[in-house]
């Protein structure tokens, strides 16, 4: 197969047109009748491609999918390998263009959260408010916890934090009552229901050293909830994959922004990375808690391809209220319906 090998050795070699006519002991002009040849009976095809135009069919496909305006899919970036870095930097460029003077800005936790730090410009000019929306973490896996993410942001935006003192998981339910009636907790938890932008993680994983709940659920608590069909957690609460609460015996202990709260926010963007993070994604975005939703390549392209899963109640949970486009919201609540989860003691 002359054409075939005339053909590599230009294509996939590099080699020139001189070079090869001189290794194989044939013509210029003959090497290039011989590529046109190659071309015109589809040994070599050649088509014009980027990046960006794969990222443009990922965002089509979820908006169409998910019912959700407002996609961006972070461009990939050979040197990152985990996506993080690449989500955070296009989140950046995304709340310069939709943050206005004294808006309020509620947040969670995770990484993403913690690397945005390092993209956010500085608009001191804004007067920018910084909710915390969840309690306090405290692992040291993450490099800063909320309450100091917080104090950070608003800082770069020129307006006060609210912090909530207090851990995500309280030791009990009791402890965590008494924590949501001190003064100043239920004060930030009423201004995160208030808030114009959330930004929020959506959580995959039940026992990852990074998750929230590392060492806090039991074995036999992690396959009742497989079980049940728990694919994530927002705000410490697990879903299913249509993003209806799944009940356990930790919904009593959480202290954060509950998930009707959540929806009635008028535009929450969830930041993510990683296709493991897909079946989550799409809970939250079938069961209505979404309005916009930054993700690297790798998320995008496991949520475009997820299986389907069609219902009513998230039919009608779709439409959002969002400040970009001053659409409606559909009011929506969500029961939490069935057996309890067995949880470990919480570790103080």
């Excluded at 263009?97 to 993209?119: D, F, H, K």
């Excluded at 851990?167 to 009791?174: E, G, R, V």
């Excluded at 897909?278 to 690297?296: F, S």
Aim: net charge neutral; hydrophobic share 45%; proline share 6%.
């Amino acid at each position: 197969m002359l054409l075939l090998e005339v053909a590599r050795q230009y294509y996939d070699y590099g080699m020139s047109q001189a070079s090869i006519a001189e290794a194989n002991d044939y013509s210029r002009p003959t090497v290039g009748r011989m590529l046109a040849e190659a071309r015109e009976s589809g040994i070599v095809h050649i088509q014009v491609t980027h990046p960006l135009e794969r990222v443009l069919e990922l965002e089509a496909t979820i908006r169409n999918r998910f019912g959700i305006d407002h996609v961006h899919v972070a461009p990939p970036n050979v040197a990152q390998r985990d996506g993080v870095t690449e989500v955070a930097r296009a989140t950046s460029d995304l709340l310069d263009a939709i943050l206005g003077p004294n808006m309020s800005v509620g947040l969670s936790n995770g990484r993403i959260l913690t690397e945005l730090l390092n993209w956010l410009r500085p608009h001191r000019e804004l007067e920018t408010s910084v909710v915390q929306l969840v309690g306090g973490v405290g692992d040291p896996i993450r490099l800063i916890d909320t309450p100091e993410l917080c104090r950070q942001l608003a800082q770069r935006w020129g307006g006060v934090a609210s912090a909530l003192s207090g851990p995500l998981i309280a030791q009990s339910a009791q402890v965590a009552r008494d924590l949501r009636t001190l003064p100043d907790v239920a004060r930030t938890l009423a201004l995160g229901a208030r808030v114009d932008l959330a930004i929020i993680g959506v959580g995959a994983g039940f026992r990852h050293p990074a998750s929230v709940f590392h060492g806090v659920l039991t074995p036999a608590a992690v396959r009742t909830l497989h079980r049940r069909g728990a694919v994530g957690h927002i705000l410490g609460r697990f879903v299913d994959p249509m993003g209806k609460p799944i009940a356990t015996g930790l919904d009593d202990r959480v202290v954060a922004l509950d998930l009707d709260q959540l929806r009635s926010i008028p535009l929450v963007l969830a930041v993510a990375a990683g296709a493991q993070k897909a079946p989550a994604l799409a809970a939250a975005l079938r069961g209505g808690y979404l309005g916009a939703l930054v993700i690297d390549v790798s998320a995008a392209q496991a949520l475009a391809h997820l299986p389907e899963r069609r219902s009513q109640q998230a039919a009608d949970w779709r439409l959002r209220a969002s400040p970009i486009d001053g659409r409606a919201a559909a009011p929506a609540s969500a029961e939490r319906a069935g057996e309890a989860v067995a949880v470990a003691p919480q570790r103080m």
